[in-house]
């Protein structure tokens, strides 16, 4: 799994022999008890990081190195798609950096007489703290030629606040109409969605201020910077048919790239190729800093220049797995706390209505620094033991001279295998070669 009993036992001053046959987790594994290890002491390659300090103990340089080059990754990502992510114009006219974008998926009312689009919100709310109220305001008005649709405002006036009686559109059974009043049963809505007819609202925009969270009504410049084509290097791997826990399939999300947008899709891509570029300037600044390049990779046992690069890399790509996380359309906004929660509060795939896509380049919740920060984070914490992680069958590997360590069997209550490719889909491509 995450590799706790090997990582516990290495800081105990043990030696730690980690097998899985899952390959998210040998890499999750050797991250923490492998690779570190064998950079210890090693200062960082980053042109001018080594003279930053004294010395480089533990795995500190290697950690140093992934904050560098990740810094470099996400620089480069802005000047690539940084367009995708306009900046919100504030009550006062002035500029701010959008956190986060609130939308709801949409299906066409079954109402012959009506046929609004209508959106699955879960709750209106967008903030709950004191003084700061926050939530959205649906109307419905009418076109020229008489069709109704569904606009938002937002409102903060406490008393005016949804109760709940009418906070939101989704129920336990089902949807409501807010044009006509027609209940929507799940199986309809789940009928919909599989032929192809749920879209996607913009709700709200959520921009920073100064110690508090600005939310706005949806702008058509906000709507048409999320309007960008699916990238023609998306994963391609087919969900399960059916899997614990996971809810989305029967609503026609039968890829794991179904279930991110266009803009979310473009921006993992993105990185994920970025990976590969960081790559290669780390082994040229490596060869650069001293290191010899034996032309051996990680996977060969390399003790150079290509081995730290694809180290670094490994690193690189688990932030860009830990984006994934958070840049899918199965994220959700708290409003008691105004921040994201990722795709796995729990390891499954529950069907979420009105989701959250954060930015990437904002300097708050779910964006691509904080990922890069826990990871660099976790490198400087790890013991620098003997470890090794491999991809093996337990009923056939090796025990001699060993003390064996192993959780009790999850196979009934978790998908592991399932849940993995999720993250899967987006380690490969960064770290195939």
Known sequence: GGGSIPLEAQRLGLQAYASDLNPVAVLINKALIEIPPKWAGQPPVFP?????????????????DVRRYGQWMRDEAEKRIGRLYPKATLEDGSQASVIAWIWARTI??????????????????LGK???????????????????????????????????????????????????????????????????????????????????RRHYLAPSEDQVQAALVPTPPDVPEAEMPEASLGFRTQAYGMNRYSDLFTPRQLTALTTFSDLVGEARERIRFDAVSAGLPDDGLGLEAVGVGASAYADSVAVYLALTVGRSSDYWSSLTSWSVSGEFVRGTFGRQALPMV???????????????????????????????????????????????????????????DNIGYADVSDFFFCWLRPALRE
């Open 129 to 211: 703290k004191k003084g700061k109220e926050a939530y959205v305001i649906p109307s419905v008005v009418y076109d020229s030629d008489g069709k109704p649709r569904i606009q938002f405002a937002i409102g903060h006036d406490p008393k005016h606040a949804p109760t709940k009686q009418d906070d939101g559109t989704v129920g336990r059974t089902g949807a409501s109409c807010l044009a006509c009043g027609t209940a929507v049963p799940f199986k309809v809505v789940r009928a919909n969605a599989r032929e192809g007819d749920m879209g996607e609202q913009l709700l709200a925009v959520v921009a920073e201020g100064n110690r």
């Open 108 to 125: 066409t009312c079954p109402n012959p007489a009506c046929g609004v689009r209508l959106p699955l919100v879960r709750s209106w709310w």
């Open 48 to 64: 001018g990081a080594a003279e930053q300090r004294l010395d480089w103990p533990k795995a500190t340089g290697l950690a140093e």
């Open 353 to 411: 209505w009105d989701f959250t896509e954060v930015g990437p380049f904002s300097g708050s919740t779910g964006n691509y620094g904080s990922m890069l920060h826990w990871t660099v984070s976790a490198i400087e914490r790890v013991p620098t033991g003997i470890g090794q992680a491999i991809q093996a069958d337990a009923a056939r590997r090796e025990y001699s001279g060993v003390v064996v360590a192993t959780d009790p069997p999850y196979y």
